[in-house]
Every structure is written in structure tokens, then in C-alpha cells.
């Protein structure tokens, strides 16, 4: 059954995972259709990491279907690596290569894996240098670059993968308050451009905005989902009240 | 509670380290002179009660010097040749040691564990004792002398650090470079060589000049099992100078002196490294 872009792009199904006897995923389900952009809140250790490291096979899960674009990623035959060029993924701590410039890091993948022309990959990461307004930094190394300049070209790099998914796992948590909106950008430009999205995020305002439904997990459930304005306003379930209590 | 805010805000593990004093004691060619000249003042009581007769100490050491150096030559090309082969068979062995496949990694933890808690000397009497003296490979012949088989024996030791160090500079990277890689769909191979290896050599490089050094020392002990490597010749030229004890001290000072002028620019260059690379991540 061939997969087409009016069934979701990412379908997790009663998804459980555990870490020994720790189960941080206790049977999460959860749609997302091509250009959606979905956030996922929650207190810490309430597994909304987990969960969307589960999507690009960093963690695997013991029960339950993750389906990416129609494919399984829960099989122990996946091909990771083909299913990793289609979801991108950025993380808290940037993970940019030390020992390559922002132009290197963003063109080693499309170089390594699929094998692109170099003029062309160095055309497509100009463009991408460009996209997260970081021109002139191009032969900066890593170490060189803010925490929030690092995050862009860890956006760009995965983005030259040319991905149909992108997963944000807290990407703001480590900046500095002044170079969170730098990202925050980059990432609602993103969404507006029609790019499929995951965030874990703590930003609220953030997700209000860019989210076109919100997830709130805790104890490796989701207690509640809805629209932005329909969570934010309007929530029902007490642990959700609470939280937003305390964080708004 | 009653502290204060700015008191709050110098709480010690916030605190920048204290800057360590200083290396003020650093070894300079003077300092080199005044050992030497210890060592002279030191023999000068077997000197003095030396026959004038006799050629003076120093006269026979200036004979000697030529082969001496022929020697030490020596123990520098069986470290060098221990160093490469060990290195290649640690690399190999340290890979092995994260192989995914259990079998691989147990056998290349084991041997590495093996290796390196064994005395370098028991080593080396098994690479003498148990390689034949030459090895037929269809009509040819290739002889084993025995310094290659030292050069052998004493790699086997390198090969199990080598092993630890490049298992330990792997390990010492964080996770998230490996997750990174792979969440762009790098195979393994790829991560390894490309990501992970390239930022681990600067780390490992340190140890490895550490172990060096350390294996250059060690070369003598190759006298033991009869290669004609410096202490071997020292010996055989005390013996060929019919025994003289005024002897001693000299002879052993010089050779003392040959390891000490070239291990110790390596330590210091060691030093200098690991002080560079420290700052870094």
C-alpha cells in the first residue's frame, strides 16, 4: 500500500517504550499530516523527547507502530539510514562537527549519503546559510559561533537533506534568552514555508503561534490535545491547568 | 536565606579555577651539563684510586662513544618499528573493542586486558622463546634475527595501550556527535571515520607520545634476551675493558644520559599538547 501525502505523515500508534524497568512511553498515539506543524509540552521526564526520538529511530520502541510516510519504523529489518533522509532532526545541544567550518557541516551529508554533486551541495548550503540569515559565517568553525548561530546551522544542515519531517527536540533550551527568537525564527519560517513539524519545546508563546495542535504529555501519556487556542484557553485536564499555572 | 544576593552569586563552584602557580622548574641544556658534571665528581673517588698507569676513564669512554651510539641508534629503530606495528594492531584492536558484533568486542577486550596486564619482559621472553628463528613461506626462507623478534615482543604490550587509547578517545566523545551523525543518515562506518575518529586523534595523541617514551625506555630490556642494543654493547665493552669498577658510573651516566636527551624533549612536547588540546571542547 503505497503511502499518499492525505494520510499522516508520521502516524504513531499506542507506542511504549522503556528504559529498564523505567517505562517512560506508556501507549502514546498521535497523527501528524503533511505541513502540520505539532508541539509537544510537558513537564521534564515525561518522555516527549523520547517520544520524538523514537520517530527517526535513535530510540526504539518495544510495542507499538510508528508509521513514516507509510513506512514502519518499529521493524527490525528498517533500513535507519534511508529512513533517516527523510526526517531531520535538531537537538538542545546543537551537535554541530567541531572540526568542520558551518559550510562543511551543512554540506558532509548531502556529500556522504546521497552522493550529490559538490557544486551543486555547495550551491544548496550558500542558499541555506543564506535562509538562516548567517551569511559571512560560512567558514566559521563551530566553536566560533554563539549558541544561537550554532542552532541555525544545525537547522540548515539538516534541512540540506532535503527532509519531509523535521523534529526539534528543545532546541531553545540551551541558548541564551537573546538568541532564542533567532531560532524561534528560522523555525517559524520554516513552518510557513509548508515543512512538516515536531517540537518538543517550552517556549509557550512560541507554540501558540507556529503550532497547529498542541500535545500535552506527562508521565508518558498524553493528557490532553487540542488547538492552540483551545488548550491554552480552555483546558480541561488538571495536571494541564497546573502546569500552565506554573509556567505561564 | 539572610544571604544576600551578590553574596548568592559567588558561590565557589561559580567561581573561575584558581590559575595553577606557574611550571617554574623547567629542564634546560645547563641543567643537563650540571647532571653531567655530578656524575663526574661522583666517580672521582674510583678515579682517584684508578693506576695512572692506566688509560683515564674518560679516554676509554671517548673510544667507546662510536658504538655506544650505534647502539642507542639501534634501540631507536626497534621502538620506532614496536610503535608502528603496535599502533596498527591497537587501532585495529580498540575498534574491535566497540564492535557491534558481541564476539568481536569480547575477543578485542580480552586480548587488549591480556596484553596489558602482563609484565613487558615475560612478553618478550615469549616472542624470543615461541617465534622460530625463520619462517618458511613456500620456497622462501625469511630469517627472524632476533631484534625483530624483540621489536615483536615488545609491540605486544603497545598494541593493548594503543587498544585502550583509542577505546577511551572514542568513549571520551560526547554521545550527541554520534546521534547527530546518525540523524543525517550516516552509516557507521561513516560516523566513525568521518565524525568521530578525526576529533579523537588530538586526544589521543598525547597518551600515545606518553606511551613512547615509555616503550623507548623499555627497549632495553631486549639486552636481557641478547640484542645488540645499547646495554648489551655497554656490558661487553665494560667486560672488553677487563672489568675496571672506575667504569661503571661513566658508562652507565652516558647511556642514562642517551634515553634522558631523547625521551625528555618528548615528554615536554607531550606536556605542551595535552595543556592545548585541554582548552578545547
Given at each position: 500500500?503505497?503511502?499518499?501525502d492525505?494520510q499522516p505523515m508520521?502516524?504513531?500508534?499506542?507506542?511504549?517504550?522503556?528504559f529498564?524497568?523505567?517505562?517512560?512511553?506508556?501507549?502514546?498515539?498521535?497523527?501528524?499530516?503533511?505541513?502540520?506543524?505539532?508541539?509537544i509540552?510537558g513537564?521534564?521526564?515525561?518522555?516527549?523527547?523520547?517520544?520524538?526520538r523514537?520517530?527517526?529511530?535513535l530510540?526504539d520502541?518495544?510495542?507499538?507502530?510508528?508509521?513514516?510516510?507509510?513506512?514502519e519504523?518499529?521493524?527490525?529489518?528498517?533500513?535507519k539510514?534511508?529512513?533517516?533522509k527523510k526526517?531531520?532532526?535538531v537537538?538542545?545541544?546543537?551537535?554541530?562537527f567541531?572540526?568542520?567550518?558551518?559550510?562543511?557541516?551543512?554540506?558532509m551529508?548531502?556529500?556522504?549519503?546521497?552522493?550529490?554533486?559538490?557544486v551543486?551541495?555547495?550551491?544548496?548550503?550558500?542558499q541555506?546559510?543564506?535562509?538562516?540569515?548567517?551569511?559571512?559565517?560560512?567558514?566559521?568553525?563551530p566553536g566560533e559561533?554563539?549558541?544561537?548561530?550554532?542552532?541555525?546551522?544545525?537547522?540548515?544542515?539538516?534541512?540540506?537533506?532535503?527532509?519531509d519531517v523535521?523534529?526539534?527536540?528543545?532546541?531553545?533550551a540551551?541558548?541564551?534568552?537573546?538568541?532564542?527568537?533567532?531560532?524561534?525564527?528560522?523555525i517559524?519560517?520554516?513552518?510557513?514555508d509548508?515543512?512538516t513539524?515536531m517540537?518538543?519545546?517550552?517556549?509557550?508563546a512560541?507554540?501558540r503561534?507556529?503550532?497547529?495542535?498542541?500535545?500535552?504529555?506527562?508521565?508518558?501519556?498524553?493528557?490532553?490535545?487540542g488547538?492552540?487556542d483551545?488548550?491554552?484557553?480552555?483546558?480541561?485536564?488538571?495536571?494541564t491547568?497546573?502546569?500552565?499555572?506554573q509556567?505561564? | 536565606?539572610t544571604?544576600?544576593?551578590s553574596?548568592?552569586?559567588?558561590?565557589p563552584v561559580?567561581?573561575?579555577?584558581r590559575?595553577?602557580p606557574a611550571?617554574?622548574?623547567r629542564?634546560?641544556a645547563?641543567?643537563?651539563v650540571?647532571?653531567?658534571?655530578?656524575a663526574?665528581?661522583?666517580s672521582i673517588?674510583?678515579?682517584a684510586?684508578?693506576?695512572?698507569t692506566?688509560?683515564?676513564?674518560?679516554?676509554?669512554l671517548?673510544?667507546w662513544?662510536?658504538?655506544?651510539?650505534?647502539?642507542?641508534?639501534?634501540n631507536?629503530?626497534i621502538?620506532?618499528?614496536?610503535?608502528a606495528?603496535?599502533?596498527?594492531?591497537?587501532?585495529a584492536l580498540g575498534?574491535?573493542?566497540?564492535?557491534?558484533?558481541p564476539?568481536?568486542?569480547?575477543?578485542?577486550?580480552?586480548t587488549?586486558?591480556?596484553f596489558?596486564?602482563a609484565?613487558w619482559?615475560?612478553?618478550?621472553?615469549?616472542?624470543?622463546f615461541?617465534?622460530?628463528?625463520e619462517?618458511?613461506i613456500g620456497?622462501?626462507?625469511?630469517?627472524?634475527?632476533?631484534?625483530?623478534?624483540?621489536?615483536?615482543?615488545?609491540?605486544?604490550?603497545?598494541?593493548?595501550?594503543?587498544?585502550?587509547?583509542?577505546?577511551?578517545?572514542?568513549?571520551?566523545?560526547?554521545?550527541?556527535q554520534?546521534?547527530?551523525?546518525?540523524s543525517?543518515?550516516?552509516s557507521?562506518?561513516?560516523?566513525?571515520?568521518?565524525?568521530?575518529l578525526p576529533q579523537?586523534?588530538?586526544?589521543?595523541?598525547p597518551?600515545?607520545?606518553?606511551l613512547?617514551?615509555?616503550?623507548?625506555?623499555a627497549?632495553v630490556?631486549?639486552?636481557?634476551?641478547?640484542?645488540?642494543e645499547?646495554?648489551t654493547?655497554?656490558?661487553?665493552?665494560?667486560a672488553a675493558e677487563?672489568?675496571?669498577s672506575?667504569?661503571?658510573i661513566?658508562f652507565?651516566s652516558?647511556?642514562?644520559?642517551?634515553?634522558?636527551?631523547y625521551?625528555y624533549?618528548?615528554?615536554r612536547?607531550?606536556?605542551?599538547?595535552?595543556k592545548?588540546?585541554?582548552?578545547?571542547?
Open positions: 500500500m503505497a503511502w499518499t492525505d508520521v502516524s504513531i500508534k499506542d507506542v511504549h517504550k522503556s529498564g524497568a523505567l517505562e517512560v512511553l506508556k501507549g502514546v498515539s498521535m497523527d501528524v499530516m503533511k505541513g502540520e506543524v505539532v508541539c509540552i513537564p521534564s521526564g515525561s518522555g516527549k523527547s523520547t517520544l520524538i523514537c520517530v527517526n529511530a530510540n520502541i518495544q510495542k507499538g507502530s510508528i508509521l513514516v510516510e507509510g513506512q519504523v518499529n521493524d527490525p529489518d528498517l533500513d539510514l534511508e529512513l533517516r526526517v531531520g532532526m537537538f538542545q545541544q546543537y551537535n554541530l567541531p572540526h568542520k567550518t558551518a559550510l562543511e557541516n551543512i554540506m551529508a548531502p556529500l556522504l549519503v546521497l552522493k550529490d554533486d559538490k551543486e551541495v555547495e550551491k544548496l548550503a550558500r541555506l546559510i543564506k535562509k538562516v540569515r548567517l551569511e559571512g559565517k560560512e567558514n566559521n568553525y559561533l554563539s549558541g544561537g548561530q550554532q542552532q541555525r546551522v544545525a537547522i540548515a544542515r539538516s534541512l540540506a537533506m532535503n527532509p523535521m523534529l526539534f527536540d528543545e532546541v531553545t540551551a541558548l541564551d534568552p537573546e538568541t532564542v527568537n533567532e531560532v524561534l525564527t528560522a517559524k519560517e520554516l513552518a510557513q509548508g515543512m513539524c517540537l518538543v519545546t517550552h517556549e509557550m512560541f507554540a503561534e507556529v503550532a497547529d495542535h498542541i500535545y500535552f504529555t506527562d508521565r508518558g501519556v498524553i493528557v490532553e490535545h488547538s492552540p483551545t488548550f491554552f484557553d480552555n483546558a480541561t485536564d488538571p495536571r491547568i497546573e502546569f500552565l499555572g509556567i505561564l | 536565606m544571604m544576600k544576593q553574596e548568592k552569586n559567588i558561590l561559580m567561581m573561575p579555577p590559575a595553577r611550571d617554574k622548574f629542564l634546560k645547563w641543567h643537563g650540571v647532571l653531567a658534571f655530578i663526574v665528581v661522583a673517588p674510583a678515579f684510586a684508578a693506576d695512572p692506566r688509560a683515564s676513564m674518560f679516554e676509554v671517548a673510544r662513544v662510536p658504538l655506544l651510539l650505534k647502539g642507542f641508534v639501534f631507536v629503530i621502538s620506532m618499528s614496536a610503535m606495528f603496535g599502533t596498527m594492531a591497537g587501532a575498534l574491535g573493542q566497540i564492535s557491534l558484533n564476539w568481536v568486542r569480547k575477543s578485542a577486550w580480552f587488549t586486558q591480556f596489558r596486564n609484565p619482559l615475560v612478553l618478550l621472553f615469549f616472542a624470543m615461541l617465534l622460530p628463528f619462517i618458511k620456497g622462501m626462507t625469511i630469517p627472524l634475527p632476533d631484534w625483530l623478534k624483540a621489536m615483536f615482543g615488545l609491540s605486544l604490550p603497545v598494541m593493548a595501550n594503543v587498544s585502550e587509547i583509542v577505546r577511551g578517545g572514542i568513549a571520551s566523545l560526547p554521545s550527541g554520534w546521534e547527530a551523525a546518525e543525517l543518515a550516516f557507521r562506518t561513516q560516523v566513525l571515520w568521518r565524525i568521530i579523537c586523534v588530538k586526544r589521543m595523541l597518551p600515545w607520545m606518553n613512547y617514551s615509555i616503550l623507548t625506555m627497549t630490556l631486549a639486552s636481557i634476551v641478547g640484542v645488540s645499547v646495554m654493547l655497554t656490558g661487553q665493552a665494560l677487563g672489568g675496571r672506575d667504569l661503571l661513566p652507565y652516558f647511556v642514562l644520559l642517551l634515553f634522558f636527551i625521551c624533549p618528548i615528554a612536547w607531550t606536556v605542551r599538547l595535552e592545548k588540546f585541554a582548552v578545547i571542547n
